[in-house]
């Protein structure tokens, strides 16, 4: 049996809205190691219908049925990212729980990393002159993203 000193923990909780305090809005807060963060999981619910003590919405009406699915996925979602942070050896704290959730932790590649690429991979197989219809392109493309969007971003 493999020990581990990192403690994990998932709760739910509703906070009243100010202007309406018998809605509540759905958060959830991860606990790494005594350090807490907080998501809002962007779902409001009558205050009367939550069981503070199972986490859940009371009731089996279609809304509470999607509200109770909700809090099933978000807890099986972020298990998953705790558990494949600690499989690919990072430092697993509540912020990089959150972020492996959100899918905020992964850098994406730009239109502009995979033309260097397959530029890069295809120079010693593609002709000079298709080489240079790659090369345009990627030009054409920049200036299309920097004259309709303003920003090359994307690029």
């Not at 392109?137 to 309709?148: C, V, W």
Request: hydrophobic share 35%; proline share 2%.
């Amino acid at each position: 049996m493999m020990r581990t000193d990192q403690t994990f923990i998932i709760s739910f909780f509703i906070r009243k809205k100010k202007n309406q305090p018998e809605v509540a809005n759905l958060y959830t807060r991860i606990t790494v190691n005594g350090r807490r963060l907080e998501i809002s999981l962007k779902r409001t619910l009558p205050v009367e219908q939550w069981l503070p003590d199972a986490g859940r919405v009371a009731g089996f009406s279609k809304e509470v049925i999607q509200l109770n699915s909700k809090i099933d996925q978000t807890r099986a979602l972020l298990y998953k990212a705790f558990d494949e942070l600690q499989r690919e050896g990072k430092l697993v704290t509540s912020q990089s729980v959150k972020a492996r959730y959100l899918g905020t932790d992964v850098k994406h590649k730009s239109l502009q990393d995979l033309i260097n690429y397959h530029n890069t991979n295809m120079k010693s197989v593609l002709k000079k002159g298709t080489l240079k219809n790659y090369y345009t392109t990627g030009k054409y493309l920049e200036d299309y993203l920097l004259t309709n969007y303003r920003t090359s971003e994307y690029f």
